[in-house]
């Protein structure tokens, strides 16, 4: 065996392994580059999700000839003037990213110096492939083109041009949230899909994530321990079926780090439901001591001297919003007394018949709120059902008799052993999804069709998932097509829905679309997919119900199997007995 030096060329292609994993890789480190280079403005152009082409185009210092050759060699960067890498500030500092990227594909290079002459320099594959003057504005431009053409093993993890592209638009949003300041766009297969100014943080990233956040979002600004959190985080009642619009920053770094993931998803813990995630935007800064960002080639990832003080900080910063502004989103009831509130409907034969129902405030979910984006509770209004008068006998259902609603979101209803009260969109989500399940089995749902076509605008990615599940959802009973690039047209939605939000359902399903993927068995899909859109059918928490469609709703619930738990695994009633409501008030 002997041992041998690499050719710097196949050192590159080892490197690019790392650093260009596919297109958005490729997208992420142009983009640094010329914010690197102080760019006011950068335009990136796409075709194909990034696989034909990737261009890269900004107004900032540009290069001389002589530093355009010696910035495609590897190691070589000018952003270590003093060797020390805590102190970086630059996006960049390895010197990889241009002479990886030009060993597995076409690299064109053109740049400008301010008063100086234009120069074009061509790598192909590694090899030089001829330099020349060239005419361009102040700035730099970088064209690649075929990435990975000629690298078969890395275009086979290739995924389509569609997925390469949401990744690449997924990499332009984060560094476009980081630099506010800088002005973007994003052309893809020539149509224009970002174009953001110059402006604040919060501007930024309502324009590119949600307009919606500006009325659904909540100004993070805290320090602790020298430690910095900075951002945006969207109401409880504002979430999502994914986790994807999260975005988080560590000293403007973009990063996709564990341990800030946790915290977030920690800090929402007893606010939504596990399947349910905030749209947050956060910037944690930290001295340059503190943390380690050079533990991953791609940057991503960063090393903290002490976890748990950032974790604290997210965790305790964004806990302290949300519970001042609990009066915005949901308010939680405490329930005071851990006395037995029973929720049995549902128990097998077997399990232990003492069981009892895990309080709201314990299972750590706020019942009937999450994936509720309208539900505003109001303890304070007048009970707008009126009581029903105790004084018959109690005929006896399971469920008990209406006797009233509260908070125009809980039913309360008098049973032959005890008081029953009833989470009203919990119970009616799980009514609506068995009513789905019983129709699809015996064929298709019954659709009913909209009076008006309705066009619902969502992201492309968005669009082609729902596309690309037109045939399912249309055994669901929705019926669309698609409508244009970043819109779908909406013909008809299932009958057991009756009247509903049908941009919120369609961005339900888009996001619970996305999540699965495909791998689970169509039969399964259509179960998820139910579930999601059950839930926009369902009587929302906020509507104030009559008693006779109180009792319709109790009486359909005794009837239904797994009407207990609602869709989310929270239960959908509990009820106190007479013995415990005698507890309580020391009677026994
Ligand atoms: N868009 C650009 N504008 C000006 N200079 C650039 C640009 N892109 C790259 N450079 C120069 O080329 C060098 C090498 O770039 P790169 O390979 O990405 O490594 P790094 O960014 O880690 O330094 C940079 O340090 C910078 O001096
Ligand atoms: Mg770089």
Not at 202 to 213: F, H, I, K, Q, S
Not at 239 to 263: C, E, I, S, T, W
């Amino acid at each position: 065996m002997s041992i041998r030096r690499l050719p710097s060329e196949l050192v590159n292609r080892i490197a690019a392994g790392e650093v260009v994993e596919r297109p958005a890789s490729a997208v992420k480190e142009l983009v640094e580059n010329a914010l690197d280079a102080g760019a006011s403005a950068i335009a990136v152009r796409l075709s194909a999700g990034g696989l034909d082409l990737i261009e890269v185009t900004d107004d900032g210092s540009g290069m001389s000839p002589a530093e355009m050759r010696l910035a495609l060699e590897r190691h070589a960067t000018s952003k270590l003037p003093d060797d020390r890498i805590e102190a970086v500030s630059s996006f960049g500092f390895r010197g990889e990213a241009l002479p990886s990227i030009a060993s597995v594909a076409r690299l064109t290079l053109e740049s400008r110096v301010r008063g100086e002459e234009g120069w074009r320099l061509v790598v192909d594959h590694g090899q030089a492939a001829g330099e020349e003057p060239a005419s361009l504005p102040t700035g730099t431009r970088v064209r690649v083109e075929g990435l990975f053409d000629k690298v078969p093993a890395r275009r086979k993890f290739l995924r389509s041009p569609r997925a390469e592209y949401a990744a690449c638009l997924d990499a332009v949003r984060r560094l476009a949230m980081a630099r506010s300041d800088v002005a973007f766009t994003l052309d893809h297969d020539g149509r224009k899909v970002v174009n953001v100014q110059a402006s604040d943080t919060p501007g930024r990233v309502a324009a590119l994530l949600d307009r919606e956040l500006d009325r659904h979002g909540l100004g993070i600004d805290c320090t602790r321990d020298g430690l910095r959190l900075a951002g945006v985080t969207s109401l409880p009642t504002f979430n999502r079926g994914m986790a994807d619009h999260q975005y988080l920053f560590v000293n403007n770094r973009p990063v996709k780090d564990r341990l800030l993931v946790g915290a977030l998803r920690a800090a929402y813990r007893d606010l939504l439901a596990r399947d349910r995630h905030p749209v947050a935007a956060l910037f944690v800064e930290v001295p340059g001591d503190e943390v380690d960002i050079n533990v991953h080639p791609a940057k991503t990832e960063v090393r903290f001297r002490d976890p748990a003080a950032v974790r604290g900080l997210i965790v305790g910063g964004l806990r302290a919003a949300l519970d001042e502004a609990g009066h915005r989103s949901a308010a939680r009831e405490q329930f005071a007394a851990a006395v037995n509130w029973q929720s049995d409907l549902d128990r097998r034969p077997g399990e232990n018949p003492g069981h009892v129902a895990p309080l709201p405030a314990e299972t750590g979910m706020a019942p009937a709120f999450a994936g509720v984006t309208e539900a505003k509770l109001d303890f304070g209004r007048t009970p707008a059902a009126r009581a029903e008068p105790a004084v018959a006998p109690v005929p006896s259902f399971p469920l008990g008799v209406a006797r009233g609603q509260v908070a125009a979101t809980y039913i309360v209803a008098e049973a032959e052993d005890g008081l029953v009260i009833v989470d009203q969109h919990a119970a009616h989500e799980r009514l609506v999804l068995e009513r789905m399940r019983r129709a699809s089995s015996g064929g298709t749902v019954a659709r009913q069709a909209l009076l008006m076509p309705e066009v619902v605008e969502l992201d492309e990615p968005d669009c082609d998932r729902l596309e690309a599940a037109v045939g399912e959802l249309g055994e669901l009973g929705l019926e669309m097509e698609r409508f244009g690039p970043s819109a779908m047209l909406v013909r008809a939605t299932p009958a057991p829905l009756g009247k509903t939000d049908v941009r919120a359902l369609l961005t339900d399903l888009a996001a619970e679309l996305a999540e699965l993927g495909t791998a689970l068995s169509l039969r399964d899909r259509l179960d998820h997919v139910a579930a999601t859109i059950a839930c926009h059918g369902s009587v929302r928490a906020g509507r104030v119900l009559s008693v006779a469609e109180m009792n319709g709703l109790l009486r359909e619930m005794e009837v239904t199997p797994h009407s207990g738990q609602c869709n989310h695994g929270r239960p959908t009633w509990v009820k106190l007995a007479h013995a415990d409501i005698e507890k309580l008030f020391g009677r026994r």
